[in-house]
């Protein structure tokens, strides 16, 4: 994990230092409860607590677009993480176990 918070921090920086984001921000977020039959391999497994969630991206073309939050989760570690603890959802089963973790580890990195 500590390798990807890298990587994510370093292909955001040209080589003078600045800043280029593939997307500008993530503006909203929505949670909606999927009523899915769970077959039964699935029932052996934890369940997917990132599930419904999806996040609203404003892209770098000022275009908009819905993004699952386990595939924002992935790609961009850091930008969910600092958009989830602005928005006080945190303490929300899809967040709690990764958010804080991510932050502390960015923290570290950059001290």
Request: net charge negative.
């Amino acid at each position: 994990m500590a390798k990807l918070i890298a990587e994510n921090m370093i292909t955001q920086c040209n080589a003078n230092g600045n800043q280029c984001l593939l997307f500008k921000a993530i503006i909203d977020h929505k949670y909606e409860e999927e009523t899915r039959v769970i077959e039964r391999e699935e029932e052996n497994h934890q369940q997917d607590k990132t599930r419904g969630w999806t996040l609203a991206v404003e892209w770098k073309d000022g275009s908009t677009s819905w993004e699952r939050l386990r595939d924002l989760k992935e790609l961009f570690p850091i930008e969910v993480a600092d958009y989830v603890d602005a928005n006080n959802i945190h303490e929300e089963p899809a967040f709690s176990l990764w958010v804080k973790n991510i932050l502390r580890r960015r923290k570290k990195m950059i001290a």
